[in-house]
């Protein structure tokens, strides 16, 4: 496998370490290039943490669900004990996955041998193993990951040897505290296949400059471009976009109790690096779960976050309905991730300028480039 230094040239990413204020966004490669994809899984998706799911979501004793890392079929599971795990989903005899989708259950079988594992990884049974010499199926077990539990998200780690998460997020604790994530609850799921590179629906979540072209007559007229600002994140992996609205939300329409006037006066989108997206209003939380696939697919499921006494009260069309308009906006953007992935396969396309009001992309810029060079 290469290295960054030697697929992109070293010129190309002096410039995107510059100031902002100077800064260039990445080279063309940094998108197109599948070469480019494998270092990034081995230098972050392999190294970082990875948002996966939601306590919500595996809730119960015996809750499991499946998912997809690049490099690894993992499934969470939540024990009798009520403790949540990350393990391969991957039988130790054969290979073969033990669960799919997701589910409650009592115990994890593999389809193939009917070897059976408990919630915790721990080999319960293998049958026909009498004769094998010197196998212990105590010492058999799923390989487990890292797993860190923020704000109600669950987030995976390949390296064992990785720093812990929360360390890393005390600047947005500050900042997104007072909506209480860890007491949402996932009310509808939309889904989208997005036949390009990652790194240009992070951008595009990170920066509302975008809002005079493409949100023109959505986002643009509520939450104008000019008025949005994004903090130092004091070199920690997250991002914090801040969108002023033009109108307050009244503080008995708000969701969320514990909002400040200044935060029910606006909209917010946040990333956890590489591609933990997220965003909340007085009136729901969004959350983008995006599993790379390769250097020019992902797939994307957009998740509407509610408190529980709130999604408990709606119908499902009415929660449907919510769904309908997160993805009114989406479907702006699908043009503005579209766009450039075509336009970033010209022959004649070089690296760009950044606007002062794309510090969140610089933010992107400068972890991915310290990340894939040390």
Avoid at 121 to 143: I, K, T
Avoid at 215 to 220: A, P, R, V, Y
Avoid at 286 to 293: G, K, V
Avoid at 320 to 344: C, F, Q, T, Y
Wanted: net charge negative; glycine share 8%.
């Amino acid at each position: 496998m290469g290295k960054l230094i030697d697929l992109i040239d070293s010129t190309e990413l002096e410039r995107v370490r510059e100031p902002l204020e100077r800064a260039w966004t990445l080279p063309p490669k940094a998108y197109t290039d599948r070469r480019v994809f494998d270092v990034e899984v081995k230098g972050i998706f392999n190294r970082e943490w990875v948002c996966v799911g939601r306590t919500d979501q595996v809730a119960e004793p015996g809750d499991f669900m499946c998912v997809d890392l690049i490099s690894q079929p993992i499934v969470l599971t939540r024990d009798r004990a009520g403790e949540l795990h990350a393990l391969s989903r991957v039988c130790v005899h054969r290979g073969m996955p033990v669960a799919e989708g997701s589910g409650n259950a009592s115990r994890l079988t593999c389809p193939y041998h009917k070897w059976v594992y408990e919630l915790d990884g721990s080999l319960r049974g293998a049958p026909m193993m009498e004769e094998v010499e010197d196998f212990d199926a105590r010492r058999c077990r799923l390989p487990s990951l890292a797993l860190e539990v923020w704000e109600g998200f669950i987030f995976v780690n390949l390296d064992s040897e990785a720093e812990p998460l929360a360390p890393q997020l005390t600047g947005l604790d500050a900042l997104v505290g007072n909506y209480r994530f860890g007491d949402l609850v996932v009310a509808e799921t939309i889904e989208f296949d997005s036949p390009w590179n990652w790194k240009i629906l992070v951008e595009n979540f990170m920066e509302a400059y975008h809002h005079i072209g493409t949100h023109k007559e959505t986002l643009e007229p509520v939450f104008p471009s000019r008025q949005s600002s994004v903090p130092d994140n004091g070199g920690q992996p997250w991002s914090f976009l801040w969108m002023p609205s033009v109108e307050a939300v009244p503080e008995e329409e708000s969701i969320f109790p514990a909002l400040t006037e200044e935060q029910r006066s606006g909209l917010f989108a946040a990333a956890i690096l590489p591609n933990f997206l997220f965003a909340a209003s007085a009136h729901n939380g969004i959350w983008y779960q995006l599993e790379p696939r390769g250097h020019d697919a992902m797939d994307l499921k957009i998740h509407v976050l509610l408190p529980s006494a709130v999604a408990d009260s709606l119908s499902e069309e009415e929660k449907k309905g919510i769904g309908e308009l997160v993805s009114v906006i989406h479907m702006e953007d699908i043009a503005a991730n579209e766009g450039p992935w075509r336009g970033l396969h010209g022959a004649l396309t070089t690296q760009g300028r950044l606007s002062t009001f794309e510090k969140g992309i610089w933010q992107l810029n400068q972890y991915w480039v310290e990340r894939l060079t040390g």
